[in-house]
């Protein structure tokens, strides 16, 4: 049962560099989310995707983009990372929207140097 | 962004105590709450999806109410145990988007 993945586990970047976080489920589910997660402020979202095929900003987006390359599949990219993206990432999914559990990869921590 | 608010921010209860605390959330447009456990060094994982007004959930020894008129839900964690030591988040769906309060962060002392 592997339910979300997420890679990497750990990452570390020069500020400047690109990056790109991969995640999978394999539950079937619609809905994927991003969020980090800093001290202090609980789990803020980046990006999410209702279904395939759609992706839409949340509340954090400035930075990143997405790609919700297939129905498994919602990866987040970093163009050229900065200090304040350090920070802890999950991505989630659920299987329609907000009215069923969302399930959490296991989080990359990313140091922006 | 909707205002998802818990309170208190930590609390720290002896085993064996009893404890509850709060998620606040606009009650207007309703769909659903829910509760996670996230444990250090772990992933947040559901307790809850709580989708009626009166709801009542129970998952061993921790519970939780919900009020959608007035826009807060309850958790409830009856005779702490250590391993109830964990930050518990309350996230409120709009649409398709699922946005998180900052958590209550619970210690339990032995």
């Known amino acids: 049962n592997a339910g979300v993945t997420q890679t990497p586990k750990f990452q570390v970047l020069k500020t400047g560099q690109s990056m790109t976080l991969q995640c999978a489920q394999d539950m079937n589910h619609n809905s994927m989310y991003w969020y980090r997660q800093d001290p202090g402020m609980g789990l803020r979202l980046i990006y999410y995707?209702?279904?395939?095929?759609t992706t839409d900003k949340g509340e954090v987006p400035n930075g990143y983009n997405v790609s919700r390359l297939n129905k498994r599949e919602f990866s987040l990219r970093l163009e050229s990372a900065a200090p304040s993206q350090t920070s802890v990432y999950f991505c989630?999914?659920?299987?329609w929207g907000g009215g069923t559990e969302a399930f959490f990869g296991q989080g990359t921590r990313l140091t922006v140097v | 962004i909707l205002n998802v608010e818990q309170s208190p921010q930590s609390l720290h209860v002896q085993e064996g105590d009893s404890t509850n605390f709060t998620c606040s959330f606009p009650s207007s447009n309703f769909y659903a709450l829910h509760w996670y456990r996230w444990e250090t060094a772990k992933s947040p994982e559901a307790l809850f999806v709580m989708t009626l007004n009166g709801d009542e959930k129970k998952k061993g020894r921790i519970s939780a109410t919900l009020n959608t008129k007035e826009g807060y839900s309850y958790l409830y964690i009856k005779g702490s145990q250590p391993e109830d030591s964990a930050t518990y988040l309350c996230a409120f769906p709009n649409d398709y988007k699922l946005s998180f309060g900052a958590g209550t962060t619970v210690t339990v002392r032995a």
């Open positions: 989630a999914s659920s299987e």
């Open positions: 995707s209702a279904s395939e095929g």
